[in-house]
């Protein structure tokens, strides 16, 4: 199972307690993932599609506890996504006088007198009028059209529709509670998503997925300590690496004017000097300048390297010149 849809099951098995929390929740399933079918100005049926069956039974479950009517469930293939089914929850058509009620006692139509007005490209902010009302909205919301990435791999947190204003409207809603999110067109769907890792934590704790946060985070201290150490790693070979050139330039330096020489051919307030430089390779300046009779800082040794460099390169001037 996907990360993303182990926050469904996780979802899947939070109580909603009361009916306005119930209305919030099928709000904002209708509203993601409802197809409201209209004939005459008036709703005629609606279906809801969805990719996994326990999403499918919590929402049929609390549509028959609330409205003691059983949504007929409808299972195919699905192919595209590389899902093995799809759900389609159908409202039943023995049930369509009350339809219109429901829709408003929902929030998704208005009725004004014979005008039925659909409310479905915009969310409903004056029904959503506590915490609790939101956090089981945007619960609704992701386990009908979010998803999360393998925080291995990113962070990414994203909800598809084909409604703008709606994915518009998600994103200030989330805004709103400090979830930093942006929209994207995407082919013919519109995504509100959250890339922030703080962002994306503070959201599953919001919307009561702790266990989930919890992995997240766990996911990122590692990922965070891996890569502390990856940069203490590479930071460290660089510099022994920066040492070992040092080294290797010194130490032809010094051999070569032993060879042509001697090594009392180095004066002698330097002869200290390229003695520990060609007995430690691994000594950065610093070590070097420690280790001395009379100690000196790093411009110190490495002026005094230098100073023996120009030597080997005067002699071996000379040699060229012979």
């Not at 939070?14 to 197809?35: H, P």
């Not at 005629?44 to 009517?69: C, G």
């Not at 460290?236 to 009392?264: F, M, P, Q």
Request: net charge neutral; with cysteine; proline share 1%.
């Amino acid at each position: 199972m996907t990360f993303s849809n182990e926050i469904r099951q996780e979802l899947c098995n939070i109580k909603i307690n009361t009916k306005k929390e119930m209305l919030s929740f099928l709000n904002s399933v209708l509203l993601f993932s409802g197809n409201i079918k209209l004939n005459e100005g008036k709703a005629e049926t609606f279906s809801i599609t969805i990719n996994q069956k326990d999403v499918a039974k919590k929402i049929t479950t609390i549509f028959k506890k609330i409205f003691r009517i059983t949504l007929e469930i409808n299972q195919k293939n699905n192919y595209n996504f590389g899902r093995d089914f799809l759900y389609n929850l159908q409202f039943p058509k023995d049930n369509e006088v009350y339809l219109n009620n429901i829709l408003e006692e929902l929030s998704i139509i208005r009725v004004q007198g014979d005008v039925y007005t659909l409310r479905n490209d915009d969310i409903s902010f004056e029904i959503l009028d506590s915490e609790d009302d939101s956090k089981i909205f945007l619960r609704g919301v992701y386990m009908v059209c979010g998803s999360l990435t393998n925080p291995e791999k990113n962070y990414h947190l994203e909800f598809t529709t084909h409604n703008k204003n709606l994915a518009s409207s998600l994103s200030i809603f989330l805004n709103r509670f400090e979830i930093r999110s942006h929209i994207v067109e995407r082919k013919d769907v519109f995504v509100a998503y959250v890339k922030d890792g703080d962002s994306i934590s503070d959201f599953l704790n919001f919307i009561g997925a702790h266990d989930s946060m919890f992995k997240f985070e766990d996911v990122r201290v590692k990922k965070h300590l891996r890569n502390n150490v990856n940069r203490i790693v590479n930071c460290e070979t660089a510099n022994l690496l920066k040492i070992t050139k040092g080294y290797v330039k010194h130490k032809k330096a010094i051999e070569y004017i032993i060879n042509k020489r001697s090594i009392d051919y180095i004066p002698e307030d330097l002869r200290e000097l390229a003695l520990l430089r060609l007995s430690n390779e691994c000594y950065s300046l610093k070590d070097l300048g420690e280790k001395l009779s009379v100690p000196l800082s790093k411009s110190g040794v490495n002026y005094r390297l230098k100073k023996i460099e120009d030597i080997a390169m005067n002699l071996y001037k000379e040699e060229e010149e012979k």
